[in-house]
């Protein structure tokens, strides 16, 4: 148990364009969920929480009106790059988690950004 | 600000051998430790979680321990087989209400058949 399915799993597309990336939690329901970003040969980055209903809380740093965090259900959370450039690409991780619980990932999203 | 460090950064051994990976943090106050292996452009897989309360965890091959006053976690692999290789995440969790991970940059293992 506790999947966690994110897509898709490799985007590339023009400078600025918007790209949105989905993650599911596929057999629970998911109190919170995470957006990680990972830049090559870097630790995985902590980009913003979100719980469901509610407004994601976003690191220091990480511009919210660039990655917009929905997330309307118990098992969807979705990440939207606005605009995206160059320097945006890179390889973009969900994790979820129910409440005391570990966390699940995703196998993550490499995005390219011509 | 919790910072974590892992050593060494790669480390390449032949088939077989036992071998320690070390992971160091700096805030003590956390709630546990995972230790994750990730294989090249792949999400996070899960080894051993180790709750705050535990000195160790063990899975099959695989022992961590937690020297949480110290800030020091080791995993240690026996019998290394070539699909170990993979880079393999420290990651503390803190506590309170917002349960964050902070992840190190990792140690890149690969074991030579």
């Known amino acids: 148990g506790a999947v966690v399915s994110q897509h898709p799993s490799w985007v590339i597309c023009k400078s600025g364009t918007s790209v949105k990336i989905e993650c599911r939690s596929l057999d629970f329901q998911a109190t919170t969920m995470f957006w990680y970003r990972q830049f090559p040969k870097q630790s995985l980055m902590l980009m913003a929480t979100?719980?469901?209903?509610?407004?994601?809380?976003?690191e220091q740093g990480v511009e919210k009106d660039k990655f917009l965090i929905n997330h309307a259900s118990l098992t969807l959370s979705t990440l939207t790059v606005t605009s995206a450039h160059p320097e945006d690409s890179s390889f973009y991780i969900c994790s979820a988690r129910r409440r005391n619980q570990p966390q699940h990932f995703g196998d993550g999203t490499r995005l390219s950004i011509l | 600000k919790q910072e974590v460090t892992q050593i060494p950064a790669a480390l390449s051994v032949p088939e077989g051998e036992n071998l320690v990976l070390n992971c160091s943090f700096t805030?003590?106050?956390?709630?546990?430790l995972q230790w994750f292996r990730q294989d090249p452009g792949k999400g996070l897989t899960s080894l051993l979680l180790?709750?705050?309360?535990?000195r160790e965890q063990t899975s099959g091959r695989l022992n961590a321990s937690l020297d949480k006053s110290s800030g020091r976690s080791t995993l240690y692999i026996a019998a290394s087989q070539p699909g170990d290789s993979a880079t393999y995440l420290c990651a503390p969790e803190s506590g309170g209400s917002n349960y964050k991970l902070t992840f190190g940059k990792g140690t890149l293992l690969t074991v030579n058949p």
């Open positions: 180790i709750q705050s309360s535990q």
């Open positions: 979100s719980n469901e209903g509610s407004k994601a809380t976003y």
């Open positions: 805030d003590s106050a956390i709630y546990n």
